[in-house]
């Protein structure tokens, strides 16, 4: 069998199982290996694979029923940007059919571990393999520019490295705003959001905007039965699905698409939490078994985390509604941003799995979360701007549909990075390996920079999300 045979036959177990069952496999077994009882072990990870089915039910369920009404409000408003969002789903094909993304499946995998094994991070990052992706995404554009094919994977592995830091510095709030002990979120297009959110929520604390309370907590208590989480869901749905059919408003079809809308969005708030409670009590036993390794001699900050898939944090009220609301914000900025081409379309419904930083680090504030992230997008859409000819040349030679002549693509999930794909694709893409090499260089006191001061951190994480909470 040659290379190309095994990183097929590996990326076809990947997708053929997909994480509702590895997931479960991997808490089985660290449980076992953290010394859990066989039966606990057992039902930890069965509960693991039914709380990531029922997200998986509830997201897929959900993003078909809002993303033709973002199409229909795109096309009544007439906006018209060439480089136009595909969806996360066309990265993921450009990932999975080169040669370097299929050797980041294997090879990047048994990075990630060692990187576990070797006490370079606390995180085991493998528990969320799908997400991956996004890596191999970045490293397959810098292949076809190249066609250097170590190049590339040393620039994987080089996201990998920086990446550790960002999914260290988020772990704990995010692990403790969203309810799932000893787990955070590690995905490339999630966790590097950190240190934008931590820094702009410290500046936004500075100018008093802890004092607008905009947490779903806060607002339930201000505004009665008009502030709970399914209520705010149905109105919010019910104004997205206006804006999606402005064209048609008159008719009866727009209004039972309308509330269609308005019901489901109120729905995803209303069983969001159960299934989230089933999916958190698989990692009780590892929690305790934490908790045991930690008095037996766990540095501070070192104890175990997961890396888990980042459906998990999706439909949690503040996460959701935020979302919901950046969908316009994000829409008029593409509009007015000077230089801007892209659209952002299909991802727009996904901006609620990238946003999870800015949630946990301002602890669910509804206002500093949308401030700073339609910050973080507009830096992003410049992103999406710069490496759009290249996207949409490598989509062009793998996409099952011909793209119309003159076309130009993105993803506004995977390629909207100002960290990833600012300062570590482009260097690379730009300098080759000397970009590589300095890069690698930079890490290192970055690296133990942050680890030794990563406690502290984490703290002053903690001690500014704290402001948020009602007095």
């Not at 500093?368 to 910050?375: N, P």
């Not at 482009?426 to 930079?442: D, E, M, Q, R, Y």
């Not at 990563?454 to 500014?464: A, D, G, L």
């Given at each position: 069998m040659n290379i190309d045979s095994f990183l097929q036959g590996l990326s076809s177990v990947f997708n053929t199982f997909g994480s509702a069952v590895f997931v479960p496999v991997i808490i089985f077994v660290i449980c076992l290996i953290l010394g859990v009882e066989l039966k606990k072990a057992a039902f930890s990870g069965l509960n693991a694979g039914i709380g990531l089915t029922g997200f998986g039910w509830l997201v897929n369920s959900y993003i078909p029923i809002i993303v033709p009404a973002v199409q229909n409000f795109v096309k009544a408003t007439s906006i018209n940007l060439p480089i136009v969002d595909i969806g996360w789903q066309a990265t993921s094909v450009i990932a999975y059919a080169t040669q370097a993304g299929m050797m980041f499946l294997a090879f990047g995998l048994l990075f990630q571990v060692a990187l576990?094994?070797?006490?370079?991070?606390?995180?085991?990052?493998?528990g969320d393999l799908w997400n991956n992706y996004s890596y191999m995404f970045w490293g397959s554009m810098i292949y076809v520019a190249t066609k250097d094919i170590w190049l590339s994977l040393a620039a994987m592995f080089i996201?990998?490295?920086?990446?550790?830091?960002?999914?260290?510095?988020?772990?704990?709030?995010?692990?403790?705003?969203?309810?799932y002990q000893n787990c955070t979120v590690p995905a490339l297009h999630i966790a590097p959001g950190t240190p934008f959110a931590v820094g702009?929520?410290?500046?936004?604390?500075?100018?008093?905007?802890?004092?607008?309370r905009w947490r779903p907590e806060a607002l339930r208590k201000n505004m009665g039965f008009l502030g709970e989480p399914i209520v705010l869901g149905m109105i919010l749905g019910l104004l997205l699905g206006i804006l999606g059919h402005l064209g048609d408003i008159a008719t009866l079809a727009a209004w039972g698409n309308i509330m269609t809308i308005a019901v489901s969005t109120a729905s995803v708030m209303a069983i969001f939490p159960r299934v989230a409670n089933i999916f958190a009590s698989a990692f009780m036993p590892i929690t305790e078994a934490a908790r045991k390794r930690n008095t037996a001699g766990v540095r501070e900050g070192d104890d175990l985390y997961i890396g888990i898939n980042d459906a998990t944090g999706y439909g949690e009220p503040a996460t959701l509604i935020s979302g919901i609301i950046l969908i316009p914000v994000l829409l008029l900025l593409a509009v007015i941003l000077p230089g801007n081409r892209t659209l952002p379309l299909v991802d727009l419904i996904a901006i609620s799995f990238i946003i999870q930083p800015f949630v946990a680090a301002s602890n669910g504030n509804i206002f500093?979360?949308?401030?700073?992230?339609?910050?973080?997008?507009s830096i992003g859409l410049y992103i999406c701007t710069w490496t759009a000819p290249l996207f949409t040349e490598v989509y062009a030679q793998f996409a099952t549909t011909p793209l119309a002549e003159g076309a130009m693509v993105t993803s506004g999930m995977i390629a909207n990075k100002p960290i990833v794909g600012?300062?570590?694709?482009?260097?690379?893409?730009?300098?080759?390996?000397?970009?590589?090499?300095?890069?690698?260089?930079?890490?290192?006191?970055?690296y133990f920079a942050f680890k030794k001061n990563?406690?502290?951190?984490?703290?002053?994480?903690?001690?500014?999300a704290a402001l948020d909470v009602i007095e």
């Open positions: 576990f094994l070797l006490k370079v991070t606390n995180v085991f990052i493998p996201m990998v490295l920086y990446n550790v830091i960002f999914i260290e510095m988020n772990s704990k709030r995010w692990s403790t705003y969203y309810g702009g929520n410290w500046v936004l604390n500075k100018m008093g905007a802890y004092k607008i500093k979360t949308v401030v700073l992230s339609a910050i973080w997008f600012g300062l570590i694709f482009l260097p690379i893409l730009n300098f080759k390996w000397i970009g590589a090499a300095v890069l690698t260089l930079i890490w290192f006191p970055v990563k406690v502290r951190i984490q703290n002053f994480m903690e001690e500014q």
